[in-house]
């Protein structure tokens, strides 16, 4: 059976140079905010049984995330804030008993993938080592921990940059913040460390020498992709983090067989899944948690909001938002329309400037609109949700439809058309 391993992931930092009210990691890359991907990233590699958020700064807007998102995590108050030792040791009551492994990770490292985790959790066991980090090579390697090794190339110590001596500044091989510990044998650092260092503050890196000390082993496993470690400080770096996150999922979709007509105008999220030969269009914005099948034509200036799942040979054309909606098999949804909270057959003709109208502003309610199989709405109609529109009926132009539409029917609502006849020369003289 796989060993389960338990994971403490530090977010309690204030994150200053956001320039932000909100807590750092709740900063979002497609609408999915920094601590869910990491979240992510540790669940994906189906090891983690547990999940230790320490939270401060806007402790509760995190809590409340965190609650809603995720049922393996719990969230641990680290207050004041005194370093990165001091906060993983908030979960150590919590893990008193237990006799398995503990990964140690920052909430702000979105780029950091399952599979890599994976591979580091793999070396770790493969080492036998008590204790193993990651690090990674940096050219330019100001203002992380540096990895010194010994004369033999062993892993001897983490040294802070303001800790470090000029030789110890010039290594590149840099801490990355990730941390696998065998529980049991390498947890009792945490009673002996102090704060005596330039910045006073529980350094959670001298695990490593505490370890080297007490006869354990302990290694660093470099990470093949440095960009992997890119933490997030500020509204750059997230703008940064995003157009690489954009890229990788790009270069996905194109191996899958999706056709990106100008991938530089196209952003689509990690959490979306698209099938071969579907085409999208420039200047798409896909965000959240995605399905789009074989054949669909995106765009051209076309969003998906999240929880979408279009069949096949859907069009979405431009100017149309949908979002929380299931659109089946040859539906067209092709110019200017907002379908929200929607189930749409097979079949289906959605006329231009179509609105299904979900959203009570006073009661901050939501509600559903149903269209069956083969049923079709004229130009500049408005569902008015709750409303079912029956197999096959049709929509006319202009309509207002607040009732269900039986299958079959027309559902019109319109004033009668007046004409006055010479109305220029009337209004001329
Ligand atoms: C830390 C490492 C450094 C490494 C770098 C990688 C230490 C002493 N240094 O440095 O070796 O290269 O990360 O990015 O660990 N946090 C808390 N509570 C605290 C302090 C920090 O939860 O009291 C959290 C922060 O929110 C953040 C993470 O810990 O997610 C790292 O903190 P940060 O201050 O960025 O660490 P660095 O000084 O950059
Ligand atoms: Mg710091």
């Given at each position: 059976m796989e060993r389960k391993i338990k994971s403490i992931i530090l977010a309690a930092g204030k994150g200053t140079r956001m320039k932000s009210e909100k807590s750092k990691v709740l900063h979002t890359i497609f609408n999915k905010?920094?601590?869910?991907?990491?979240?992510?990233?540790?669940?994906?590699?189906?090891?983690?049984?547990?999940?230790?958020?320490?939270?401060?700064?806007?402790?509760?807007?995190?809590?409340?995330?965190?609650?809603?998102?995720?049922?393996?995590?719990?969230?641990?108050?680290?207050?004041?804030?005194?370093?990165?030792?001091?906060?993983?040791?908030?979960?150590?009551?919590?893990?008193?008993?237990?006799?398995?492994?503990?990964?140690?990770?920052?909430?702000?490292?979105?780029l950091l993938t399952s599979e890599t985790l994976t591979k580091f959790i793999n070396a770790h066991r493969e080492g036998q080592a008590a204790l193993t980090v990651m690090s990674a090579i940096f050219d330019d390697p100001t203002n992380y921990g540096r990895i010194v090794r010994d004369e033999n190339g062993n892993l001897k110590a983490i040294v802070e940059e303001k800790d470090a001596q000029d030789a110890q500044k010039k290594i590149k091989e840099i801490n990355t913040g990730v941390y696998l510990l065998d529980w049991k044998r390498v947890s009792p650092s945490f009673l002996e460390m102090n704060a005596d260092n330039a910045q006073h503050e529980y350094y959670l890196t001298d695990i490593v020498k505490w370890t080297i000390k007490n006869g354990l082993k302990a290694q660093s496993y470099v990470l093949e992709n440095n960009e992997e470690s890119f933490g997030i400080n500020s509204k750059k770096q997230l703008a940064q983090a995003t157009k690489i996150l954009k890229e990788r999922v790009m270069d996905k979709l194109f191996a899958a067989g999706v056709t990106i007509v100008d991938p530089d105008t196209t952003y689509i999220s990690p959490d979306t899944q698209i099938e071969p030969d579907t085409i999208i269009y420039p200047c798409t914005y896909i965000e959240g948690k995605n399905k789009i099948g074989k054949n669909c034509k995106i765009g051209p200036f076309a969003r998906l909001r999240g929880d979408v799942e279009l069949g096949d040979f859907v069009k979405i054309g431009n100017f149309v938002e949908i979002k929380k909606s299931k659109i089946k098999n040859h539906t067209n949804v092709s110019h200017l329309s907002y379908v929200g909270d929607s189930d749409l057959g097979s079949n289906v003709n959605i006329g231009a400037g179509t609105i299904t109208a979900n959203?009570?502003?006073?009661?901050?309610?939501?509600?559903?609109?149903?269209?069956?199989?083969?049923?079709?709405?004229?130009?500049?109609?408005?569902l008015v949700a709750p409303v079912k529109i029956g197999e096959n009926a049709s929509i006319g132009a202009g309509s207002v439809i607040s009732k269900d539409v039986d299958a079959n029917a027309l559902g019109l609502t319109r004033a009668p058309l007046k004409i006055f006849k010479d109305w220029f020369q009337k209004v001329k003289k």
């Open positions: 905010e920094l601590l869910g991907y990491v979240l992510d990233a540790v669940n994906n590699t189906g090891m983690a049984e547990e999940n230790f958020v320490i939270v401060g700064h806007q402790s509760e807007a995190v809590e409340e995330f965190v609650k809603n998102n995720y049922a393996n995590a719990k969230c641990r108050l680290q207050s004041p804030q005194l370093g990165t030792g001091h906060a993983a040791f908030q979960a150590y009551d919590d893990l008193k008993d237990f006799d398995g492994e503990v990964l140690i990770l920052c909430g702000d490292t979105p959203y009570n502003h006073i009661t901050k309610e939501k509600f559903n609109t149903v269209i069956e199989n083969n049923a079709s709405t004229g130009s500049n109609s408005v």
